[in-house]
């Protein structure tokens, strides 16, 4: 039985569809500098791609 990975688990979140969702980085601090375009851009929640959804999704079962 393998454990789940905690790190992969407080990032990411897979929707009900199986779909794997992040926050994009960047947006916790210096966002003075960055335009309006980039910090709206950063409010959005990004799907993974499936690829990586897939290695997602096995590090979360536990």
Do not use: Y
Request: glycine fraction near 10%; charged fraction near 30%.
């Amino acid at each position: 039985m393998r454990k789940t990975h905690k790190g992969i688990a407080k990032r990411f979140k897979v929707t009900g569809t199986g779909k794997v969702t992040h926050r994009k980085p960047g947006q916790r601090h210096l966002r003075r500098k960055k335009s309006n375009k980039q910090v709206q851009a950063g409010r959005q929640n990004q799907v993974l791609a499936p690829g990586m959804a897939k290695r997602v999704i096995n590090a979360l079962s536990s």
